[in-house]
């Protein structure tokens, strides 16, 4: 084996949001003898919740299931703001002495397998120089999400250089932006412009939300009552577990239903939606989608917060298609205009795996959208390398804890056994019916698909959006497997027994 260079870590992660620092506390609590570092390409941790800075930018999970399994929430409201998010992640970070590991203003370019040294070789830029350099480490993990962070989805508008006003999408908000007594124009019927829209009403002089086709929307406690009563009677620990499980069968049975019961679910929120709306709200115009509960995420306001809005009339509601912005504002194909200082796309975002990271094994590119995902967390053919996409029907975060306590198993067997290498590998002779990663019709994730490794057959292969599912798969079931190859480096990339097969191990 070749000397260890001296800028070597036995797991890289990629990424100093909830997912790295996941990661980070794992491999110290549970492989504490194993060296790490955390490459941040911004300068600051947290990730999407230091990232955004539009107006009431909030999770739309509670944060009893967002948070970690080993960290408790103790906050009052089970919808957070970023702030208390972020906090909330850089406490979790200071305390673990995780801050110590980060490495900011490090994007990482390209990574290059190589079988023979069973070792990871990372071209790294410094943001501010643009100067590179090289680490080696014998895994990588990604915990970069799915979209991009320097750039959202922003689709071009006829018309919009002749518009007077201000052009801003939520993704890189400006901090000087005063909408204080301003008409404001939302584009998009999304999480981002359910949020803006409220948070926004109060203080602008009329707030739209300009929407081709609706959103399912449902109000949401932002305080969980019995979580708070649990939390000022039992220690801290208890109370966040209890309250995790709840919510978790909770979280589950919403989505079967959806999913099992289309129209009924339908049914229901309408009739919710009406409650909340003036009595002559055109709720199947603006509030009835095309498509299926849970075919896309359900957007999640706070205390009806959007819903509160309409009533006041402060904020309103359009469902039409976009002929050409105008100097004014904004003309519709139905030949109405809306009057706007201020138009902000809430038009989504734009995806990106791994980070953009050019990935190579043994001198071979790697096309991850050519790539089988295995157990939600590997590709097939690319050794000792996992990452972290959360749920897109749950909390993102719960996905992450059982793909780190997973990688945690497979790091002790290969200690135990020898192993140096550990490889997804498809059936041989097999031929595998492939579906999308994700099955989900969010328009992000549609126009990028592509991009994504695939979903296969088989336990291991399919990519689950149940959490029970996964816990029988990642936390209770064998790390051993004929998908999971095993091996050392002291043999031959080329030769037949590369990587031994999972009996031996």
């Not at 412009?193 to 939300?209: F, G, N, Q, R």
């Not at 309409?310 to 039409?320: E, M």
């Not at 996992?386 to 990688?407: M, R």
Request: aromatic share 8%.
């Amino acid at each position: 084996m070749p000397a260890v260079p001296a800028d070597h870590v036995d797991v890289l992660i990629v990424g100093a949001g909830i997912s790295g620092i996941g990661a980070a506390w794992y491999l110290q609590d549970r492989q504490p003898e194993r060296t790490y570092a955390i490459l941040e390409m911004r300068d600051a941790s947290g990730g999407t919740w230091d990232l955004f800075r539009y107006p009431g930018i909030r999770s739309d999970s509670d944060l009893h299931t967002f948070g970690y399994a080993f960290k408790p929430w103790t906050g009052e409201d089970a919808i957070a703001d970023a702030d208390a998010i972020l906090a909330y992640l850089r406490e979790t970070a200071a305390d673990a002495g995780i801050d110590e590991h980060i490495r900011y203003g490090r994007k990482v370019l390209a990574a290059e397998w190589d079988s023979a040294e069973a070792r990871w070789t990372v071209t790294v830029e410094d943001v501010a120089t643009g100067e590179t350099t090289t680490m080696t480490a014998e895994w990588l993990f990604s915990a970069a999400g799915y979209y991009r962070y320097d750039q959202g989805y922003r689709p071009d508008f006829p018309g919009e250089e002749d518009f007077a006003g201000t052009i801003v999408h939520p993704q890189e908000w400006p901090e000087d932006l005063d909408y204080a007594g301003k008409r404001v124009v939302v584009i998009g019927s999304g999480a981002t412009a359910v949020t803006l829209v409220p948070s926004m009403a109060d203080d602008a002089e009329h707030v739209t939300m300009l929407q081709r086709s609706p959103s399912y929307v449902m109000p949401v406690p932002k305080q969980d009552p019995i979580a708070n009563v649990m939390k000022r009677v039992l220690p801290d620990r208890l109370a966040y577990d209890l309250t995790r499980r709840r919510n978790i069968a909770q979280q589950r049975l919403v989505y079967r239903f959806c999913q099992a019961q289309p129209g009924m679910a339908r049914w229901v929120i309408r009739r919710i939606n009406a409650a909340l709306l003036p009595d002559d709200f055109d709720v199947d115009t603006h509030f009835n989608p095309a498509y299926d509960p849970w075919d896309q995420r359900l957007c999640a306001v706070p205390n009806g917060d959007l819903f509160r809005a309409i009533r006041k009339g402060t904020a309103s509601i359009v469902t039409d298609h976009i002929d050409t912005f105008t100097p004014d504002g904004i003309r519709l194909q139905s030949g109405e205009e809306l009057p706007a200082d201020i138009i902000i796309t809430a038009t989504g975002l734009q995806l990106e795996v791994f980070g953009g990271i050019d990935l190579t094994v043994d001198g071979t590119p790697v096309d991850v959208g050519q790539r089988v995902a295995f157990r939600g967390m590997m590709l097939s053919g690319v050794p000792n390398m996992a990452f972290a996409i959360g749920y897109t029907n749950s909390s993102w975060t719960l996905k992450v804890d059982l793909v780190c306590e997973h990688l945690m198993r497979i790091l002790g067997h290969m200690d135990r056994h020898g192993h140096d290498i550990a490889r997804p590998e498809l059936p041989e002779g097999q031929e595998m019916t492939l579906s999308p990663l994700l099955d989900f019709q969010a328009g992000y994730v549609k126009r990028s698909m592509h991009l994504l490794p695939r979903a296969g057959e088989g336990k291991e292969w399919q990519v689950a959006s149940d959490y029970k599912v996964d816990v029988s798969v990642l936390r209770d079931g064998p790390v051993v497997s004929e998908g999971l190859r095993f091996g050392t480096a002291t043999v031959t990339p080329d030769a037949e027994d590369v990587l031994e097969g999972a009996a031996t191990g």
